[in-house]
């Protein structure tokens, strides 16, 4: 692990391996253990996965805003490897952070790796769930959060819920979001609510993107990643069977080898340190 000073904060960030480094971006409420299932890529990338601010052993204020968590990565990445451009990844939360690390620091990113998440910003109707969330978490503490999440992110079909992997996913999964501070639990989902609709921004890019969805996801359904990724020009979008929301963690040899695929096809430019 290393500790990564910014201006107003720490950012503890997990470093392993060598070679093109690979920025993974965890998603809410959880922290850099989400990624654990692609140790095995740590012969082939430099691994930096840090524990976004305010959530796992990151000091430092709850996060304000997406943009704020995306200029945060950036920085860690400069601090980490300076010079390089890096693969980015992330997952639900992590996923809008990556995007906004394209759009606001382009020339630290190799390619986009977009997993189970969505360009387009929440409706009036998610919005309002997600404040009234906040609300039971401030009330009742982050065990409301396990309670009303866990059941959605994992796949539900009976082949899935059999995965030997299964209950260490879970196990892990629940200890993440109970471990998450309130303050940061309540930040983070008024962040998510005021995340702006990224459409647009996406409809020109030029950076390569794999987008990553499980096909049993029900947040970001297949459908809704297909959308986006018709958006993005050059985009390709892979399907993970007998997985929900959690793809990294419950299908790590399928989306480790989507990823391997992804990166190993960029042309040798992007790859350019």
Same mark, same amino acid.
């Given at each position: 692990?290393?500790?990564?000073?910014? !201006?107003?904060?720490?950012?503890?960030?997990?470093?392993?391996?060598?070679?093109?480094?690979?920025?993974?971006?965890?998603?809410?409420?959880?922290?850099?253990?989400?990624?654990?299932?692609?140790?095995?890529?740590?012969?082939?990338?430099?691994?930096?996965?840090?524990?976004?601010?305010?959530?796992?052993?990151?000091?430092?204020?709850?996060?304000?805003?997406?943009?704020?968590?995306?200029?945060?990565?950036?920085?860690?990445?400069?601090?980490?490897?300076?010079?390089?451009?890096?693969?980015?990844? $992330?997952?639900?939360?992590?996923?809008?952070?990556?995007?906004?690390?394209?759009?606001?620091?382009?020339?630290?990113?190799?390619?986009?790796?977009?997993?189970?998440?969505?360009?387009?910003?929440?409706?009036?109707?998610?919005?309002? !769930?997600?404040?009234?969330?906040?609300?039971?978490?401030?009330?009742? $503490?982050?065990?409301?959060?396990?309670? !009303?999440?866990?059941?959605?992110?994992?796949?539900?079909?009976?082949? !899935?819920?059999?995965?030997?992997?299964?209950?260490?996913?879970?196990?892990?999964?629940?200890?993440?979001?109970?471990?998450?501070?309130?303050?940061?639990?309540?930040?983070?989902?008024?962040?998510?609510?005021?995340?702006?609709?990224?459409?647009?921004?996406?409809?020109?890019?030029?950076?390569?993107?794999?987008?990553?969805?499980?096909?049993?996801?029900?947040?970001?359904?297949?459908?809704?990643?297909?959308?986006?990724?018709?958006?993005?020009?050059?985009?390709?979008?892979?399907?993970?069977?007998?997985? $929900?929301?959690?793809?990294?963690?419950?299908?790590?040899?399928?989306?480790?080898?989507?990823?391997?695929?992804?990166?190993?096809?960029?042309?040798?430019?992007?790859?350019?340190?």
């Amino acid at each position: 692990m290393r500790d990564v000073p910014l !201006a107003d904060t720490t950012l503890r960030v997990h470093d392993v391996g060598g070679g093109e480094p690979l920025l993974l971006l965890h998603g809410f409420p959880l922290d850099h253990r989400m990624w654990s299932g692609q140790e095995a890529l740590a012969g082939r990338h430099r691994l930096l996965a840090p524990d976004q601010r305010g959530f796992g052993r990151s000091g430092g204020s709850a996060p304000s805003s997406v943009e704020q968590l995306a200029d945060d990565a950036a920085a860690a990445l400069t601090a980490l490897a300076p010079g390089a451009r890096a693969v980015v990844c $992330g997952l639900s939360l992590g996923g809008y952070v990556a995007q906004h690390v394209a759009i606001r620091h382009p020339d630290l990113v190799a390619a986009l790796v977009l997993v189970d998440t969505k360009l387009e910003a929440d409706t009036p109707d998610a919005r309002a !769930a997600r404040h009234d969330l906040a609300a039971r978490v401030q009330h009742a $503490g982050t065990r409301v959060l396990a309670e !009303a999440m866990l059941p959605r992110l994992f796949a539900a079909s009976a082949v !899935a819920r059999c995965s030997p992997q299964r209950g260490a996913a879970e196990a892990l999964v629940r200890a993440m979001i109970l471990g998450t501070p309130v303050a940061t639990g309540t930040a983070a989902l008024a962040a998510l609510a005021a995340r702006p609709d990224m459409t647009g921004a996406f409809a020109t890019g030029t950076v390569p993107t794999l987008l990553v969805c499980g096909a049993e996801d029900v947040i970001t359904p297949p459908e809704r990643m297909a959308a986006d990724a018709a958006v993005i020009p050059g985009a390709r979008l892979a399907v993970v069977p007998r997985c $929900g929301h959690m793809t990294p963690l419950e299908d790590p040899a399928a989306f480790n080898a989507l990823l391997t695929e992804f990166v190993d096809g960029l042309p040798r430019r992007e790859r350019r340190a």
